[in-house]
Nanobody
Framework: QVQLVESGGGLVQPGGSLRLSCTYS????????ITWFSQAPGKEREGVSC????????YYDDSVKGRFTSSRDIAKNTVYLQMDSLKPEDTAIYYC???????????????????????WGKGTLVTVSS
């Protein structure tokens, strides 16, 4: 069974930083990708960043390029999202999600589609406010 658990959210002032963690289990027998999504109140869920199981590639939404960095620690079964220069518009619940892949890598044009992912954590709240 697959489990994803997010942590690291909280309240931070504009310009500050947070690091989110996504600890996962049950993803060891298949190729997969893990993606961070955000969902602000009243808004649709949006892709933030995607990282491959072997740290082969990372994808980012244009709104976070240069500010957020996705990485992973394979030994700890953990994916991280380092968020710097946070803005009030970054306020959202952040989810990590996983999808098993076939022989293909995650397409650059499809990684941010929520319906593609069938395993989700419960989310961690990030609030950026003074």
């Amino acid at each position: 069974q697959v489990q994803l658990v997010e942590s690291g959210g909280g309240l931070v002032q504009p310009g500050g930083s947070l690091r989110l963690s996504c600890t996962y289990s049950g993803l060891t027998l298949n190729r997969y990708a893990i993606t961070w999504f955000s969902q602000a109140p009243g808004k649709e869920r949006e892709g933030v960043s995607c990282i491959s199981d072997r740290d082969e590639y990372t994808y980012y939404d244009d709104s976070v390029k240069g500010r957020f960095t996705s990485s992973r620690d394979i030994a700890k079964n953990t994916v991280y999202l380092q968020m710097d220069s946070l803005k009030p518009e970054d306020t959202a619940i952040y989810y990590c999600a996983a999808v098993f892949l076939g022989i293909e890598a995650m397409p650059e044009t499809r990684w941010d589609i929520p319906s593609l992912y069938n395993y989700w954590g419960k989310g961690t709240l990030v609030t950026v406010s003074s």
